[in-house]
C-alpha cells in the first residue's frame, strides 16, 4: 500500500478543482512548480463523462510520482440523493483502482448525519467494509466529517476516534470559528488530538479561521490544504502555496 504522508514535516497538499481533466493537469503542474508536496484533486468538480478510470489514471500520471488525495463528495456534478450514497462509494472503488494514494470516506457515507458522521450500525458496518475494500486495492483512507459549526474540543475528539475506529488511516474534520477566540480554541483542540488520538489528523475550520489554517500544522496537524491559485474555484480560505512556504522557511 502506497503511504500519503511524510513524517519528517507535515505535507503541503494543493487542492485542485478543475471542470475538465485539462484544467486538473494545469493546476497539478502549476502546484508542483510552486512546491507542492502533494495533490488534492476533487472530482465531483468534473463532467459525468470525464469521471472515469481512464481519465483519472491520465490526471494521477500527471502528479509524477507525488502523492494523490482524492474526494468524491455529494456537490457538483455529485448532487445525489442518500440512496445514491451506493454508487458514490463504488465510485471511490474506481479512484483507489486507478491508483490515488488516499481516497475520501466521508464519515456519514449511506447515512447522512448533521455532524458527518453516522451512528447507524449497519452504516458503520457497511463504512468499515468499504475501508477493507479500498485497502485491497492499494489506497489508503482518510475519513471526513465537516461538521461546519464550532465545537468543544470533546466532541471533536469522541469523531475523531470513531473515525479511527472504522479503519481511517488519516482523521479529517473540519469545524467552525466564529470569533477570535473560538480560532484559538480549536488551535487548542488540535493539541487535544495530538496527545490523546494516536493517529494522523487534519482539523481545519470555517469562519473565522486564517490563524488557523497556516499555523494548524505546528499544532499537530498532517498537512496544510492550500491551493496554486484563487481561481473561481478554489476554495477561498485555502492559503496560497506561496504563504504556506513562506511559513515553513520561517517557522522551524
Known amino acids: 500500500m502506497g503511504k500519503f504522508l511524510r513524517y519528517d514535516r507535515p505535507m503541503i497538499t494543493s487542492m485542485v478543482q478543475g471542470t475538465t481533466p485539462e484544467r486538473v493537469i494545469e493546476l497539478i503542474k502549476k ?5 507542492a508536496d502533494a495533490f488534492g ?22 502528479a509524477e510520482g507525488k502523492p494523490t488525495y482524492v474526494t468524491n463528495y455529494r456537490k457538483g456534478e455529485n448532487r445525489h440523493t442518500s440512496l445514491d450514497d451506493e454508487k458514490i462509494g463504488e465510485h471511490i472503488i474506481d479512484i483507489a483502482r486507478a491508483g490515488a494514494t488516499l481516497v475520501d470516506v466521508m464519515g456519514d457515507l449511506y447515512d447522512r448525519h448533521p455532524d458527518e458522521l453516522t451512528t447507524d450500525p449497519a452504516a458503520i458496518d457497511k ?6 475494500r479500498i485497502h485491497a486495492e492499494g489506497a489508503e483512507v482518510l475519513m471526513s466529517s465537516h461538521t461546519m459549526k464550532y465545537m468543544e474540543a470533546d466532541r471533536v475528539l469522541e469523531i475523531a476516534m470513531a473515525q479511527k475506529e472504522r479503519g481511517a488511516d488519516i482523521i479529517k474534520i473540519v469545524t467552525y470559528a466564529n470569533s477570535e477566540e473560538e480560532q484559538l480554541e480549536n488551535l487548542k483542540t488540535s493539541l487535544v488530538l495530538e496527545r490523546e488520538l494516536g493517529a494522523p489528523f ?6 473565522e479561521c486564517n490563524i488557523h489554517r497556516r499555523l494548524g500544522p505546528m499544532f499537530g496537524a498532517s498537512m496544510w490544504l492550500c491551493v496554486a491559485e484563487h481561481d473561481e474555484h478554489a476554495t477561498p480560505v485555502q492559503p496560497l502555496i506561496s504563504q504556506v ?6 517557522i522551524k
Open 41 to 62: 484533486i476533487q472530482t465531483c468538480k468534473l463532467e459525468e463523462k470525464d469521471r472515469n478510470i481512464e481519465t483519472y489514471r491520465r490526471i494521477f500520471a500527471a
Open 245 to 250: 512556504k513562506a511559513i515553513c522557511e520561517n
Open 31 to 35: 502546484s508542483d512548480a510552486l512546491g
Open 127 to 132: 463504512q468499515k467494509r468499504l475501508i477493507e
Open 202 to 207: 487534519l482539523l481545519l475550520a470555517g469562519g
